[in-house]
């Protein structure tokens, strides 16, 4: 079983700063793109930041600028570093990645729990 867990999550004000982390285990062959969505209340999940196995990089327009996504493959681990966060960035944060557990199995998507989110004065 692979399993995705993330961290980091809290209250900050606005204009503040969060990093949150994830953390893939379990039986892993491969992982290949990895990402992180948001869900805000009453809105859809949405895209935050994905990044390839080669660590190419794409983000939303709304946080291209403040937020930076990274990953350490040695590890099977993956950061977003938020900042200059505004009310508009509270939201539960889901990791994804889609990983090979066998050389000969198709990779799957998987998720994470979610860590809450919340900008606030």
């Known amino acids: 079983q692979v399993q995705l867990v993330e961290s980091g999550g809290g209250v900050v004000q606005p204009g503040g700063s969060l990093r949150l982390s994830c953390v893939a285990s379990g039986r892993i062959f491969s992982i290949n793109t990895m990402g992180w969505y948001r869900q805000a209340p009453g809105k859809e999940r949405e895209l935050v930041a994905s990044?390839?196995?080669?660590?190419?990089?794409n983000y939303a327009d709304s946080v291209k600028g403040r937020f930076t996504i990274s990953r350490d493959n040695g590890k099977n681990t993956m950061a977003l570093q938020m900042i200059s966060l505004t009310p508009g960035d509270t939201a539960v944060y889901y990791c994804n990645a889609r990983i090979k557990t066998r050389s000969y199995i198709a990779e799957m998507e998987y998720w994470g729990e979610g860590t809450r989110v919340t900008v606030s004065p």
């Open positions: 990044i390839t196995s080669t660590s190419e990089t």
